[in-house]
């Protein structure tokens, strides 16, 4: 079954709705014959749009700095496509917040 969420704790003060700005961490790998591991992992910072719970999965889909959409795992299990594929999970770093006051004149 499939659940569309538009909120996401990521911490005791933190959440994510739809609109907020986010970097992550971590990603899937790829393992080369030689067992050297090259990263797959989107570009952020990202732009929360939902939360999909499918499978035992938890994806977020989001928009990366040029505007495409990307779908992050960052909880459960996931089976690799291909076995040189690690599907390691995303970890989410922090929120990106406005700055409260304009910036400082020298």
């Not at 790829?30 to 050297?36: A, E, M, S, V």
């Not at 990263?39 to 999965?57: E, K, T």
């Amino acid at each position: 079954m499939t659940e569309t969420l538009t909120e996401y704790r990521i911490g005791e003060r933190s959440v994510l709705r739809p609109g907020t700005r986010f970097r992550a961490t971590d990603g899937p790998l790829f393992r080369l014959n030689d067992g050297t591991q090259v990263s797959l992992s989107a570009r952020g910072p990202f732009v929360f749009r939902c939360l999909i719970r499918a499978n035992g999965c938890d994806l977020i889909q989001a928009s990366d700095r040029d505007g495409c959409s990307a779908i992050l795992h960052i909880a459960g299990e996931r089976k690799p496509p291909t076995p040189e594929i690690v599907p390691r999970p995303y970890r989410i770093k922090s929120l990106i917040r406005k700055p409260k006051h304009g910036r400082r004149r020298k």
